[in-house]
């Protein structure tokens, strides 16, 4: 049976025919920890998701989704959410060079008793982005 628990995709581990893209995500991934870690370069589009991440945590693991790559840039246009077992808020870190969050996006880590965490290009109170955009009918919430 497939591990709900934990999904790592690394882009490093991935081949494909345009090369540009390091981790393209169309589809919906459920889990309670969702990885995805690109190299990419300054030029290239490392993490492009325009699917649906669901966190949904056990009871005994918190949820939380991880964005990350060093160089190149993470397009956003689809939705992320993460709510853990009590239905408090998850986390939700996007980290990368370049970062954009576009069209109608959701970025949702709230829930009925309590908010959670989103950090976006930034970790601990230090930036690692160097740009953020972010359209304006985008929705970001940690209520």
């Not at 965490?117 to 230090?126: F, L, M, R, V, Y």
């Given at each position: 049976p497939l591990d709900r628990e934990k999904i790592s995709i690394l882009s490093s581990l991935?081949?494909?025919?345009?090369?540009e893209t390091g981790i393209d995500?169309?589809?919906m991934i459920t889990a309670c920890q969702i990885q995805c870690?690109?190299?990419?370069?300054?030029?290239?589009?490392?993490?492009?998701h325009a699917g649906f991440l669901n966190a949904e945590s056990s009871t005994e693991h918190r949820?939380?989704?991880?964005?990350?790559?060093?160089?190149?840039t993470i397009g956003i246009f689809g939705a992320i959410v993460a709510e853990n077992f009590d239905e408090t808020g998850g986390k939700i870190h996007i980290f990368g060079e370049h970062i954009a969050l576009f069209e109608n996006s959701t970025i949702d880590a709230s829930s009925e008793n309590g908010g959670g965490?989103?950090?976006?290009?930034?970790?601990?109170?230090?930036r690692l982005?160097?740009?953020i955009l972010i359209d304006?009918?985008?929705v970001i919430s940690a209520d």
């Open positions: 991935l081949k494909t025919e345009n090369e995500n169309s589809g870690m690109a190299d990419g370069n300054a030029y290239s589009l490392a993490i492009r949820c939380e989704v991880r964005l990350i790559t060093e160089h190149g965490t989103i950090s976006i290009g930034c970790a601990d109170g230090s982005a160097e740009t304006e009918e985008v």
